[in-house]
């Protein structure tokens, strides 16, 4: 024979903060609680990226799988991974005036990682 334990119900007791709510205050309620609940994983997503994350950025900005594979790799390698490699190659392109293809090309052919890393405050 299995026993179970007996479960004291105590909703009622529980939810008396609300029972002076209207539907509406209720409604808010929930989104205000639903909100804090999502607020963490929003933080951790604005905070942090993946090398897929990466990549896609790479693509868009009209370079080939091939070429946004390597440079999401050595912008980790060095070190910049949370700059973003966009933005990576953005900075050279600023820095040497150059166009965004030319600044990847460069950064495919390990060139410029130094400038970028010194423009960035990024000890090597």
């Not at 050595?74 to 700059?83: E, M, Q, R």
């Amino acid at each position: 024979m299995i026993r179970r334990a007996t479960r004291i119900d105590d909703i009622e007791k529980r939810r008396e903060h609300l029972n002076d709510l209207t539907d509406e205050q209720l409604k808010a309620r929930f989104w205000e609680l639903a909100g804090k609940t999502v607020d963490p994983l929003i933080d951790l997503a604005y905070k942090n990226t993946t090398p897929a994350i990466e990549r896609s950025v790479v693509l868009r900005m009209g370079f080939s799988s091939i070429e946004a594979k390597d440079i999401v790799e050595k912008t980790i390698k060095h070190g910049l991974i949370s700059k973003g490699a966009g933005h990576v190659i953005y900075r050279l392109s600023q820095l040497d005036k150059i166009s965004i293809r030319d600044a990847g090309q460069a950064l495919i052919n390990n060139k410029g990682w130094d400038k970028v890393k010194k423009s960035f405050e990024v000890s090597s």
